[in-house]
């Protein structure tokens, strides 16, 4: 680097002089280009600007060289031109006979077929500079390793003629080179200076350092084959030569070099302003991004208002009639099991009190109605619409009578109030009708066809002539209170120990022993009284329940268990998992495992009960899941045996450690003899196949007789045992 601000001040200090003497040169030059003379064809490579190059506008071939060997030429006489030689070398193109000379070297060297060649005299001395990666001490010239560029072989020679202990490589390109020279495969590059000047103005080459006092001067002459007119062209020109003056060579050197000729290219420029070209592009993304998000806000907040214009009433700020309809769609598919009520609600002789009370009296009315109900809904599961003047519709959840009645006290008696508190002696009567949703209203969604039905109801109110509601499906009502008394009061009946585990003993009836239990549950709820499972499990399935209540059961079991255990009494209990309870993300097994971990049982203790149809529902989840179980050791035991379509291929597929027959489904079929056959039939199978089997709803001795003579002895049923609390069962094992 420093030696580039040497050569900048010298440049600067000879300006004046320079410029007076290339003036003087200049027209000199021009003139004799006007000159007629010989012709004279001279081939020049043109890689190495300053020195050949093609000047990219004029796209002439110019530079040091070319303007020195024209004066000279011109000096002998003649008139030249200059043409790019398309050889690889020197050597290669001294045997061109369309070149009369050629140029530059350092000495004369044999051409390629070898025939001998002479220079001409000195045209300049160029000096040729060693260039580092960074500023580094270099050894002597003798002992290194130098980098040229193929087009530069003809030098190479001479300097292993001059060094002999120098090791050069030959590259095809500066770029190759400079790549070896990073890399280390060379300690440095080695190239006329001028040459230098030029190449290192490329920001990407800013690592690479001039070294100064390696610097060697180079002959730069005029060569061709050694042929009587070669030697007649040599004779004259080394007169030109000699007629250059030094001033000239100067002038000329220094106009090439002090021009700003090296031009940036694409990769450059990346080079050179890449961060910022990478900032300027960020910046272009950031502002699109903003930009587009903002567009998209704007449209946003446009459908938003369009949607309020649509879906809301302006008056009540309550949901329209097509507001209502797509909240209530969203509401039934968000919430396919809850039970749901939609009722009609229209103010008797509302025209009336728009007449004589006024519009406005009228309008604040409405309001008033609107505000209360909403105080008093669930923003997130129901819903209220003004659907047209003063008629009201909600999408309420069915609750017990004692909400109910909080609601005629929130909402209906202050709206028939409404002006009477305001000292005006005018009660307003709201007649509803009500309808209560069914589990094919949520199956296929029909807003405006529930509302019809509500509108009947509502319209046998109008015609009684007193305010009050109606139903339109009364037992629909009753079981929908049912079901909401199910699902709400589950956790407190957990909670509370409303609902209890009971057993039914399974025994051996070869050796009349109780061989294990089945747990059932039992829900003693403080509304309905007692309840049992065909009562509740279903709904409890349909609401996503079933799981809180089975962990339920499962853990108190195993409470028991561990009771039992503590007691020296190592016992067994079959448990049920609903197929509802095996999903992908609850892991089954890992939940018995941490039960069994925590009151210290072993995984024989509990049998798991999977109904039959639930293996043909979901097969490959179920059959992995029994696996995993019964590979930690639980039994796996498939319920309600002969229930299902598929028992047959069922026993084949999933392997599970003990079958139970459900006489009840086969004895359901009608004729006792074919069931008998069947069971007989099943039982050789199961025993067969290696399997246990436990035969359940044994109702009396002759069934158990059947079973016993076809080879099944483990039993459950009435004739042995009900299900029984917990105590009972205890007093029973004590008596046993
Ligand atoms: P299940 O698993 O097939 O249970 C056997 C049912 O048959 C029990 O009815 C039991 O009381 C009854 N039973 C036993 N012996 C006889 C008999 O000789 N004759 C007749 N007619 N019935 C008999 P329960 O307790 O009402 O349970 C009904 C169903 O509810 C069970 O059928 C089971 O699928 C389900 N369940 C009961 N407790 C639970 C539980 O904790 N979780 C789950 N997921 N389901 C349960
Ligand atoms: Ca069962
Ligand atoms: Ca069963």
Redesign the pocket.
């Known amino acids: 680097m420093g030696e580039k601000r040497v050569l900048k001040k010298m440049i600067s200090s000879l300006l004046c002089m320079i410029v007076l003497l290339f003036i003087s040169v200049a027209p000199a030059v021009a003139a004799s280009n006007e000159q007629s003379g010989e012709p004279l064809t001279v081939g020049v490579p043109v890689d190495r600007c300053p020195v050949f190059y093609l000047d990219a506008e004029t796209k002439e071939i110019t530079g040091i060289g070319v303007d020195l060997m024209r004066i000279a030429a011109e000096n002998a006489g003649y008139r030249v031109t200059f043409k790019a030689i398309a050889e690889k070398s020197l050597k290669e193109a001294l045997d061109n006979p369309s070149y009369d000379v050629v140029m530059p070297f350092g000495s004369a060297i044999e051409s390629a077929s070898g025939k001998p060649s002479i220079v001409s005299e000195n045209i300049m001395l160029t000096p040729f500079t060693l260039v580092t990666v960074g500023d580094r001490k270099l050894p002597p010239l003798n002992n290194l390793h130098v980098g040229m560029l193929q087009s530069n072989a003809g030098v190479a020679e001479t300097v292993r003629r001059r060094y002999s202990g120098i090791k050069i490589s030959l590259y095809e390109s500066m770029s190759e080179s400079v790549d070896a020279l990073r890399s280390g495969e060379v300690d440095a590059l080695l190239n006329n200076s001028y040459v230098w000047s030029y190449v290192l103005q490329k920001p990407a080459y800013n690592d690479l350092v001039v070294q100064p006092e390696a610097m060697l001067l180079m002959d730069f002459r005029v060569g061709t084959v050694d042929t009587a007119k070669g030697q007649m062209i040599i004779t004259r020109l080394n007169d030109g030569i000699k007629a250059l003056s030094d001033t000239q060579r100067q002038a000329v050197i220094l106009d090439y070099t002090s021009r700003k000729l090296y031009q940036y290219d694409f990769y450059d420029y990346l080079y050179q302003y890449g961060l910022v070209v990478f900032m300027g592009v960020l910046l272009i993304i950031t502002l699109i991004v903003i930009a587009t998000q903002k567009v998209r806000s704007v449209r946003k907040w446009h459908d938003e208002k369009m949607r309020q214009v649509m879906d809301y009433d302006s008056l009540t700020g309550g949901y329209n009639m097509n507001g209502f309809r797509k909240r209530v769609e969203t509401l039934l598919r968000t919430y396919p099991d809850a039970p749901y009520f939609l009722s009609y609600n229209n103010i008797r002789g509302f025209k009336y009190i728009n007449d004589s009370l006024g519009r406005q009296a009228g309008d604040e009315l409405l309001k008033f109605w609107m505000a209360r109900s909403k105080e008093n809904l669930s923003e997130e599961d129901e819903a209220i619409g003004r659907i047209d003047a003063d008629h009201f519709a909600v999408l309420r959840h069915i609750v017990e009578e004692e909400r109910m009645r909080e609601d005629e006290k929130n909402v209906f008696n202050p709206v028939q109030n409404f002006f009477i508190n305001q000292g005006r002696d005018y009660r307003i009567q709201i007649c509803s009708g009500i309808y209560v949703l069914t589990p094919k209203d949520f199956r296929n969604i029909d807003v405006d066809h529930m509302l019809d039905l509500a509108r009947v109801a509502e319209k046998r109110v109008r015609d009684s002539r007193k305010g009050a509601f109606e139903f339109y499906n009364p037992e629909q009502w009753d079981k929908g209170k049912k079901i909401a008394q199910i699902i709400n009061y589950l956790p407190s009946a957990i909670q509370s120990g409303d609902i209890q585990v009971w057993y039914?003993p399974q025994v051996n009836y070869d050796t009349k022993s109780v061989i294990g239990a089945?747990?059932?549950?039992r829900w003693d709820h403080t509304k309905l009284g007692w309840l049992?499972?065909?009562e509740f499990?279903a709904t409890l399935e349909e609401a996503g329940l079933?799981f809180d209540?089975?962990c339920f059961?499962w853990e108190r079991v195993c409470q028991d268990l561990h009771r039992w255990n503590e007691q020296g009494k190592h016992r067994s209990v079959s448990v049920?998992?609903?197929r509802d309870d095996i999903q992908e993300d609850r892991d089954i097994p890992a939940h018995f495992q941490n039960l069994i971990q925590t009151y210290s049982l072993t995984p024989d203790q509990i049998h798991i009960?999977i109904?039959e149809t639930a293996y043909a529902e979901n097969p490959s989840l179920l059959i992995r899941t029994t696996e995993k179980l019964r590979s930690l050791g639980f039994q796996v035991e498939m319920?309600?045996f002969g229930s299902g379509y598929s028992s047959l291929h069922m026993l084949k597929e999933v392997p599970v450690d003990r079958i139970k027959l459900?006489l009840?489904f086969l004895s359901e079929s009608g004729d006792p003899e074919k069931s008998r056959i069947i069971v007989r039939n099943i039982t050789r199978m199961i025993n067969e196949m290696g399997m246990n089997m436990i035969a359940?709803?044994?109702?009396t001795v002759e069934q158990a007789d059947f079973l016993k003579s076809i080879g099944c002895d483990q039993m459950?049923?009435?004739?042995f045992y009900k299900?029984m609390p917990v105590k009972e069962y205890d007093d029973l094992s004590e008596k046993l």
């Open positions: 039914q089945e747990a059932l549950c049992y499972p065909f499990i079933i209540l089975d059961v049920n998992v609903s009960e109904t319920d309600d459900d009840h359940e709803g044994v109702e459950q049923g009435y004739y299900p």
